[in-house]
């Protein structure tokens, strides 16, 4: 198979990531790659890294002729392009795999809640699926619309979703705290992210009002079969990749490690990127850093009957562009794992 | 005034910092360096950048001898080496401030259930007061032993203490989320803490198994009038200095911002080394590192009825040898912040 | 001695820490906090780290008010303001120290070749003093106008002057291999400093083409009695602090680590920021990193007839606020170490 | 095909790195994977990123049996280690690919110069082949002892050969100031290598000492057609991965910038991992770490007759672990890029 690929945002982080990982996917020719702001720049004169593309030039968006030359569009735009580039698209019947919220939530009121302005397409905001994949998988395989998670919410619904549907945890008391690296907040410079500032230092941001905390309530919810609410604080780390989160919840009864892990082995036990830490270790960044995993840890507090969940991935390829290459090959029909199975860079 | 004091462990990260910060101490003569290992070598050999005291020679400890020239002993050890230190200079009269857990607890008991061996000098042990200046500072004035307290128990006892003693939380459902830097774990190499295994990382350790939670119960079930459980998660961050703490906690009745200020305010109105943010801006790492500052700041959660504070420190210096510093300068009568007025680096 | 001081540009990256280095400063007060930018807004809301000045407000600078209330005037610039800035003070008689490269230069045209546009006050350029301490004590007792030279020049001139004067290296063979911290770039964001472009990063940067060739160039050029071409290539390294020079020369004759010594114990024997090391060791960063120091170590290659210089300082301290307040100590009588013996912060 | 490796020092940070790649390349089993320290340990109590091979176990090697299973060899070990462990699988006639320093010299001389003990095996070390894969192509074919050079080498060599073979530069005044991260000094903590020691620092290290300066010699001495003496001087950078070196030389007599790319192209035009910089832009270690590349780029400064050249590369891979498995590749008459061409990973 060879699938044709069109890239639009293919300058910013996530656009550019995805262009690293497709490069060397075997069954996918890039086709075009997208950018308002550098169209007509050869890939060399922005990414000397990407050494196989250096002559490709960047170039604006036509969704007609997109849709001519591309068998999937991706859409690493922020949220008030995206709900529009998806709705372009609509009329060629190519599937359209987005990186923004814009396609995230069942429900346009929530979405008005959490982004502005209010959703412009709601028929196709509720067409739309959610490609959280190891959730979702079926779904994807015939979505036209695959609205891709963000970063916070996979490694927190990945690690949640077993301990919440097994009643192991109380869903009340989850507290979310979590820490990622820089480049989650995209390629444009601002003087919070000049390098100085955030050189040595560490800090939480968006405290009770970060976009993440509706998208994760919204799954995490449908699991409970409750409204929950869920207390999420970001922390912005010194390094570029990667996400650790600190989920603490309280125990309704006294479970053992093994309890635990038997609930998650029933969900993720054969799920290729989902690795589960034995008693005793722990994910760190360094884990996962490089790869599509998602790494799942976790302690039994029976002193302070609490329960303590580690979960890290990547934020720009679990959380980003690997899952939406995830997606891809699910909805294509391909192994799940073709391209994606680059261990962790660890160094 | 002219206190002649010994540092015990010089050659140590704390000890280094001492050293540092005592050498621009306008009441200080640094009388004797002392380190075990590295006795009969010179300053300049394993510290150039404290240029005022290159030729001096770090030499072994001789309590009498220390004793006769000293006002002051700090001793900067392992805690099973402090215990012994502290009582080899108690027949000599001169005030010890010893850096370790080892004189930190009221109980014996309690101390035998975190350090091990049992304690061999428990009448001494009763004897210790607990240096946290702005909570002890009576008893400091007139103490033979201080014990400087711990790093992450600084910034986690004085940024609860007033809202447990005004009942502004609910006590028993306190969640520590603390990340620091490297530097606390001290000068000795290790894998862990090599520089290409720490770099880039972020990881979780000693999960429910922290010394220093025994030490922030003990303190802070005194003010809260009970046995206080308290979940505490130290998290390792890719930086030298610097502990920045998120503090879930659950607010019994609802509370708005000015509340919770006029709550830390009488505690801490007119302290000179805290610090507390007005709403809308939270402390970060960058702004006390350099500093003896503790920082606070704070989020009321209204939607989930929970209070996130936030509270930062220097580990090396509000956490270890500016405390110790200003414990002396409380001691010895001196102006409390004497020598150590530095601002924070932010660069 | 009270010194009323006014700092224009006070929110820049050499302004604030020329504000953090003045408020500890036992002969200064701090009479005025100039910013076109943030006029109006408190210390806190920028900086919450200056906790002595957090009420303090950031204001527009009047020549003539400012004039009145100070003694002194630091104007931390960029080179086009600063030309105006200081002839905008010099009717009022009070002498002021320039950051910027508006006026190092001997020679107007030699100044219009590195700096747009051509200078406007040449006159004043000419009465203008270069302020490194070091080389030109005598003359910055009393100057109207210091110009404090560039952090590279600071770093290259002092390595290079004693083993230029007494011929110990042939001043045609100089490769002068600098590599910088990030903070020398100021506060500004860009693309090219947004933290995940520069963290882990190292490249060079105005190659064959920086600015402070020329002012290298015009101080060496005078110990040599002839004309010099030096090459000088910057790289940028992921750190917020620091310089580190490695110039590499050739030897015209057979010389010992002894004989290069005695060269610059000659020029450097009783100066107090400036510290020579032994054989067998060389000055890192870190021995410099918070302090006012410049550190000089060497190597004789025998082999190659070559001599290596190591030099390192912390560019916002001796390569310009630190050194800015070296040259006010020396103008106005004190001390010249009054205010800057802060060791450096090695961790 | 289908090559089975064994590799011996499988848990150094090159022999991880080594895995790494091998695991992900599509002619290859991993049959053995050797460790004296962790003999008998899984993979994932050590690397959990390495999650294909998580029960995979480190075992001692048995020549004789490693040479059963075994279609090549990697020997990942210190230069001792590696002399003996070469010789050691001689007699079976499987080809070793060797990571050190043991078998890279013509002349067991020179290499008693550099590395002690004498070498033991003479003969062997005549018989082996300079693993430079771009410049002894066709001697790797048929090798059986394959030495693969080192980083620092790797980034020098090829970065010269074209310019002293064309006459460019003078190939006497040849000065290579390299800039490294810290994984090219191995998985064993030290002092030096601790993680506060080394973030935020830069030093130079082993100055006119360092060893690869005899192989760079060796190499470039045989392009030059007379003996050379380069000064090469390294430098430790905050960062894991990458060397950049900054090679300063002489120019004979004038030329352009289109000149000296005619050099290089005459060289490496076809080169699948050499990439050469157009004027204007020059390499960064972004650029690199994560690829089997080498990028080059330079400046001509015609104001002073020199050409400055800028290599990098990622010491891990095109110094280390990638150009082992080109030549591999090549040894086994694999196209040369098989599981070779991953981007750079630039955040």
């Known amino acids: 198979m060879n699938i044709h690929v069109g890239i639009m945002g293919a300058t910013g982080y996530a656009g550019l990531e995805l262009t690293r990982i497709l490069s060397g996917h075997p069954s996918v020719t890039i086709a075009k790659l ?175 009002a970060h976009r993440h905390t509706s998208e994760i309530e919204q799954e995490l919810s449908k699991t409970a079969g409750k409204p929950l609410g869920i207390s999420f604080t970001p922390h912005l780390l010194p390094v570029n990749r990667g996400i650790l989160e600190t989920i603490h919840c309280t125990l309704p009864k006294a479970v053992s490690h093994a309890d635990v892990m038997a609930a998650y082995r029933k969900y993720y036990g054969d799920e290729p990127f989902i690795k589960l830490y034995p008693e005793g270790s722990l994910p760190e960044l360094k884990h996962v850093v490089g790869s599509n995993e998602l790494h799942i840890g976790f302690v039994v507090d029976a002193r302070l009957n609490r329960l303590l969940i580690f979960s890290a991935l990547d934020n720009m390829i679990k959380g980003a562009a690997g899952q939406a290459v995830q997606n891809m090959n699910v909805r294509f029909g391909l192994p799940e794992t073709t391209g994606l199975l680059s261990p962790a860079w660890y160094l």
Chains 1, 2, 3, 4 share one sequence.
């Not at 702001?37 to 000397?48: D, I, N, R």
């Not at 960047?58 to 591309?70: L, N, Q, R, V």
């Not at 709900?83 to 008005?112: C, H, L, T, W």
């Open 34 to 208: 997208g950018s308002t702001s550098y169209a007509g720049k050869k890939v060399m004169e922005l990414y000397p890294q990407l050494s196989s593309l250096h002559d490709r030039v960047y170039e604006e968006t036509d969704s007609e002729k997109w849709a001519a030359s591309c068998d999937v569009i991706f859409t690493c735009l922020p949220h008030e392009a995206s709900v529009e580039a998806v709705a372009a698209f609509e009329p060629y019947g190519k599937p359209v795999i987005d990186f923004s919220g814009a396609y995230r939530y069942d429900d346009p009121d929530v979405y008005a809640r959490s982004y502005q302005p209010p959703h412009a397409h709601p028929d196709l905001l509720r067409r739309a699926v959610y490609g959280l994949t190891e959730l979702y998988r079926d779904q994807v395989k015939t979505a036209d619309i695959i609205a891709n998670p963000g970063c916070f919410t996979t490694c927190s619904i990945l690690a949640l979703t077993p301990v919440i549907a097994s009643g192991i945890v109380d869903p009340d008391t989850i507290i979310i705290d979590a820490k990622t690296g820089v480049s989650g907040a995209g390629r444009k410079p601002s003087q919070a992210l000049h390098f100085p500032e955030t050189h040595d230092n560490c800090k939480a941001y968006k405290v009770a």
